[in-house]
T-cell receptor, first 108, second 113 residues
């Protein structure tokens, strides 16, 4: 079993739909990161969470430490949101453990 | 403020050769991380440098090595290249190694023929 599991692996939705990507982990963490990887490899850090909820524009990230679960939500999705979204957890040794990523395609 | 920069952007090498990849962190950041993303795979942690010292390394053979300079820039060296070393190599920086967000560079695409 992987230490960080993401679901779904692939997601195709229509423009405007509400998107949820889930991340579950099995190790103790000091923080959880959500990252966005565009085609070609460019990676943008979206959020770093250690508790609660963060919002940035149309993106919302939540984390439940007790349940070892985090979600990334996209409201009013747009084709430019199409990317791979990666959940990564940061352990006590500061190393990031990556999920396999969720490939999101938003159709116009 | 300039982001993390990496050079070169693309590189083609042959088996057995050696390669050096370079990374400049965001100004003020002291930690540099190196990751490998092979085709179809997630990011694999390679190395973490902080304040000029190697703090941690991932499960990679010794032919993967690196260093961090006094200005906090970093190099990743790969000796005796193998075909499976073909990948995107990403560098990230953070202001320290603890709970700071990592900011990623654009990556270097390495193709080993």
């Amino acid at each position: 079993k992987n230490e960080v599991e993401q679901s779904p692996q692939n997601l195709t939705a229509q423009e405007g739909e509400f998107i949820t990507i889930n991340c579950s982990y099995s190790v103790g963490i000091s923080a959880l990161h959500w990252l966005q990887q565009h085609p070609g490899g460019g990676i943008v850090s979206l959020f770093m969470l250690s508790s609660g909820k963060k919002k940035h524009g149309r993106l919302i990230a939540t984390i439940n430490i007790q349940e070892k679960h985090s979600s990334l939500h996209i409201t009013a999705s747009h084709p430019r949101d199409s990317a791979v979204y990666i959940c990564a957890v940061q352990g006590s040794n500061y190393q990031l453990i990556w999920g396999a990523g969720t490939k999101l395609i938003i159709k116009p | 403020e300039a982001g993390v920069t990496q050079s070169p952007t693309h590189l083609i090498k042959t088996r057995g050769q050696q390669v050096t990849l370079r990374c400049s962190p965001i100004s003020g950041h002291t930690s540099v991380y190196w990751y490998q993303q092979a085709l179809g795979l997630g990011l694999q942690f390679l190395l973490w440098y902080d304040e000029g010292e190697e703090r941690n390394r991932g499960n990679f053979p010794p032919r993967f090595s690196g260093r961090q300079f006094p200005n906090y820039s970093s190099e990743l060296n790969v000796n005796a290249l193998e075909l499976e070393d073909s990948a995107l190599y990403l560098c990230a920086s953070s202001s320290d190694g603890r709970q700071e967000t990592q900011y990623f560079g654009p990556g270097t695409r390495l193709l080993v023929l």
